[in-house]
């Protein structure tokens, strides 16, 4: 007995298109033979998309927009060559173009200028980065401490001729063997480590200040140069004891600069973020280079 449902004409009724595709019919078999074809050549062709994939390079900063060691170098760098262009510039302006034997036309312009305006940005971006990462105020921040930089190593150049040399000289060992050491796992950053650190910068920085203050009032002999740092302890100037901690404390500042910026690419950071990774680096390699240059001075002003 027949199913009643197939008797709908629904079901009677044929169409020959049906038929002609139906994969038993010599027209469905060609069809069939076209699709497992088709079918083929999309797996090949996925196949060596997926191989393509797996030989290509792996994705850069670029590409994920996250901060990578690689790409913080390269701004690092970047920031360096503004701040190098400028220095040449403090460098001139300051000389105006005499002599380093003579003492005439020598202007303190580019120094205060560069110091001034290198402070406040600094401050600016120390406090505005939370919210919003400007490169632009970065690069203005490089630009200014290279008019700093170029001006007071004119200054010391005509002092003490050759000290910039050996100032650029001792500065670039200190970063490279801390950076030597860090990528080691020699030294690392730790909590006790940077309380202390923070400690003596507050101690550093109220001292700095008094002595500014001492020398600008007149109360120091005029002279002491370098104010308190000139005075003597047991025949050893203060300036070169102070000197060498404050040396050791920069490097544990490029340590914490390191260790930032390995927990920012580690945390999968913004690409953004690696501006403040090399305004770091530049911030403590500038401060370091300052007070070599100080500690230099010092010991050849007194021989």
Not at 39 to 44: K, N, R, S, V
Not at 60 to 89: H, N, P, Q, Y
Not at 114 to 139: H, Q, Y
Request: no cysteine; hydrophobic share 55%.
């Amino acid at each position: 007995m027949s199913n009643f449902a197939f008797n709908n004409p629904a079901f009677q009724q044929q169409d020959p298109r049906n038929v002609a595709t139906y994969p038993g019919a010599p027209q469905g078999a060609q069809g069939a033979q076209a699709a497992s074809f088709q079918h083929g050549t999309m797996d090949a062709a996925a196949n060596a998309q997926l191989e393509g994939m797996y030989a290509a390079p792996p994705a850069g900063s670029i590409e994920t927009d996250r901060m990578s060691v690689e790409d913080t170098v390269w701004k690092t760098a970047g920031l360096f060559a503004i701040l190098l262009v400028t220095a040449v510039i403090g460098w001139v302006w300051t000389l105006g173009g005499v002599s380093l034997a003579s003492t005439q036309s020598v202007s303190m312009l580019p120094w205060i200028v560069g110091a001034l305006g290198g402070f406040v940005l600094a401050m600016v971006i120390t406090f505005t980065s939370r919210k919003k990462v400007r490169p632009a105020l970065i690069f203005a921040y490089a630009a200014f401490e290279g008019l700093f930089v170029g001006g007071i190593s004119a200054f010391f150049e005509m002092i003490w001729p050759g000290i910039v040399f050996q100032a650029t000289l001792a500065t670039v060992s200190v970063v490279g063997v801390t950076l030597a050491l860090f990528a080691s796992g020699k030294i690392r950053a730790s909590k006790k480590a940077t309380k202390i650190f923070m400690i003596a910068m507050v101690g550093y920085l109220v001292f700095s200040v008094l002595n500014l203050i001492l020398m600008w009032t007149g109360v120091l002999p005029a002279g002491q140069a370098f104010g308190l740092y000139s005075a003597t302890i047991m025949g050893i100037p203060l300036g070169l004891i102070i000197g060498v901690l404050v040396v050791i404390m920069a490097a544990y500042s490029l340590v914490l600069d390191f260790d930032q910026i390995q927990q920012g690419v580690r945390n999968g950071a913004p690409r953004k973020y690696g501006w403040l990774g090399a305004f770091g680096i530049m911030v403590t390699v500038v401060w370091l280079y300052v007070e070599i240059l100080r500690i230099i001075a010092i010991v050849r002003g007194n021989n």
